[in-house]
């Protein structure tokens, strides 16, 4: 006879990342990765100010250690009330329930976890400034991340039976694996096996053909796959941060391939990635290869202008290119799309952690200081806003686990970071402390200030629904900052899972709705669920706005922009070709 226990009460914080995260070896479902976004360094001094705030807080700390005391007893005596998420896969073995010195172990932990959130929302409640909030939410997810008992061998009992059951090979291996990291990996494990995959043979290898190429941008254009194109061109403006073929991974999981096969006119920007001696190029220099990449599709294609698709950071670049034409009275850009790109950074979000103006002062002098400010820089910070899943989950499979990293193609670009221009990432800075791209005038590019209001064009705009990066009612705000008519989809998943993100998922969901409103969870409660890829609905408005079908050019280039070598480039793979 079998009889159902019932379920216990959770306590402590919830953990979306978690109960989202997708097992590595599914090769249609992106890892949890972040980047795409520059960032401002933490200042331990500024943290720490926030953590003295919340820690001195009379009245909470007196009766978060009345609470604890109660909790404790409760546990030492054998209650059930306290458990783990059932959605925390890090407690997920049995013996967090079955035995009853593991299941007090995680009960304690969940009991302090609670309390620390507790705290810190107490802090949030006294009026103290969201973003020095933030900082503390940062510091205390990763200490408390770093605490949980399953992160080490005698406190993770699946990592003891794996011991067991390879007679101590899985702790020679991860002996291994840690001591690698620790020297080659600044101390941190290893989230992929780079070594499986070579850009150009197993990333990025959508055919195409580099058109053009200078110091700052090669533009590749791609081979149309339809008897038929459509005549305006589409130009794809990317992160300067991270490169280009996060959109172009593998078959069957490549926006490229995609935008192409629907009959698009595809021309992505490479960015050169910068050394020191790149340091000052801003915004100017990115936004003119902005320009450059519209006007070689242009010259290529016979067309007299274009659609825009900017992501991420990569979006903000096109604004302002974007910006400086329309102030020019320039119609050379038909309409833009929008892909998890904040403009706006009012809004409270974890990123705001990283803009307090001390730690943006500091963040200032160390970029100007190096020249650039590295992909490890930036991805450290990006990596510490979700240690469980970016940090933790890693260490436990490869560290205690004795498993090799995995192979998996999202991880692989992750892994395969760039740098950022000291002019440029102080500039991001400025828009990040400052509010400088809704502020008008406060930023100018090409010479031009920066009205957002001027920009009349149709705008495609998407956020993701779980991206705590660039949070999809912070994207929004783009269609009422723009005055053009505009289209909002919210696609579901984070910040890169969101863009790789091809049709067929059945757990992919995005939700459209009617013209945005000024406010977006009025939109969403009207908004209508659909089981897809926002690149579906985004291919049909892009299709609208492309003009004709025309013959499919038979050749890529022109002779004013020859073929310079096949796609991918040089530049994504940090070679710099001589001047001919």
């Not at 915004?283 to 450059?292: C, K, N, R």
């Not at 070689?296 to 974007?322: F, H, K, Y």
């Not at 920066?450 to 783009?478: K, N, Q």
């Amino acid at each position: 006879m079998t009889t159902t226990q019932p379920r216990p009460r959770t306590s402590g914080r919830p953990r979306p990342a978690a109960e989202d995260r997708p097992a590595p070896e599914d090769p249609g479902t992106p890892a949890p990765v972040e980047g795409g976004e520059p960032v401002g360094l933490p200042s331990p001094r500024g943290m720490a100010r926030g953590l003295v705030a919340t820690f001195t807080q009379p009245r909470p700390m007196a009766r978060e250690a009345v609470r604890l005391g109660r909790d404790a007893a409760r546990i030492l005596r054998g209650t059930d009330d306290i458990a783990p998420s059932p959605k925390d896969k890090r407690f997920a073995d049995p013996a967090w329930t079955l035995h009853p010195g593991y299941r007090r172990l995680a009960q304690s932990y969940v009991t302090a976890t609670a309390s620390l959130d507790r705290l810190v929302e107490d802090f949030q409640a006294s009026g103290a400034d969201w973003r020095e909030v933030e900082q503390v939410r940062f510091v205390l997810n990763a200490l408390t991340s770093a605490m949980a008992p399953t992160n080490t061998l005698l406190g993770n009992p699946a990592a003891l039976k794996r011991a067991f059951d390879t007679a101590g090979t899985s702790v020679a291996r991860g002996m291994r694996n840690a001591l690698h990291d620790l020297v080659r990996n600044g101390g941190l494990p290893r989230q992929v096996d780079r070594s499986a995959f070579t850009v150009g043979e197993d990333l990025g290898i959508t055919p195409g053909a580099v058109v053009h190429r200078d110091e700052v941008v090669e533009v590749i254009q791609y081979t149309p796959t339809t008897p038929r194109v459509r005549q305006r061109p589409l130009v794809i403006v990317p992160p300067p941060i991270g490169r280009f073929y996060f959109l172009d991974l593998r078959p069957g999981r490549s926006l490229v391939e995609y935008a192409v096969s629907r009959g698009l006119q595809v021309f992505m920007i490479s960015w050169r990635n910068p050394t020191k001696e790149q340091s000052e190029w801003g915004l100017d220099e990115y936004a003119q290869g902005v320009v450059t990449a519209v006007d070689v599709a242009r010259e290529v294609t016979g067309s007299p202008d274009v659609t825009t698709l900017g992501l991420c950071a990569g979006g903000q670049i096109m604004t302002t290119a974007l910006n400086h034409l329309a102030a020019t009275g320039d119609d050379r850009v038909h309409a833009a799309g929008y892909a998890v790109t904040l403009l706006d950074f009012s809004s409270k979000a974890p990123l705001g952690a990283f803009s307090g103006p001390r730690m943006l002062e500091v963040a200032r002098r160390n970029s100007r200081r190096r020249g650039v400010i590295s992909a490890r820089q930036m991805g450290s910070m990006f990596t510490w806003m979700r240690p469980d899943d970016l940090i933790f989950n890693y260490l436990v499979q490869q560290w205690l686990m004795g498993e090799d990293p995995p192979a998996f193609d999202v991880l692989a670009w992750n892994a395969d970071g760039t740098n950022l221009p000291a002019r440029l990432h102080e500039q991001f800075l400025d828009v990040f402390g400052n509010n400088a791209l809704v502020k008008p005038g406060a930023l100018r590019v090409l010479g031009t200030p920066l009205h957002l209001s001027r920009i009349t064009l149709p705008t495609f705009v998407t956020g993701a629904l779980t991206d705590h990066i660039t949070p999809w009612y912070g994207c929004y705000r783009t269609t009422q900052l723009l005055s053009g008519p505009s289209t909002f989809v919210l696609s579901s998943s984070g910040h890169i899972q969101s863009l790789v993100n091809p049709p067929g998922n059945p757990r992919a969901k995005y939700w459209t709705g009617g013209e945005p409103g000024p406010d977006p969870h009025a939109w969403r409660a009207a908004a209508e669920e659909h089981t897809g890829s926002w690149w579906e609905p985004w291919s049909e408005w892009a299709i609208e706005r492309s003009g004709d079908e025309v013959p499919a050019p038979e050749t890529p280039g022109s002779a004013q922009h020859p073929v310079l070598e096949p796609a991918p480039g040089s530049y994504v793979r940090d070679r710099v070709p001589a001047r001919a």
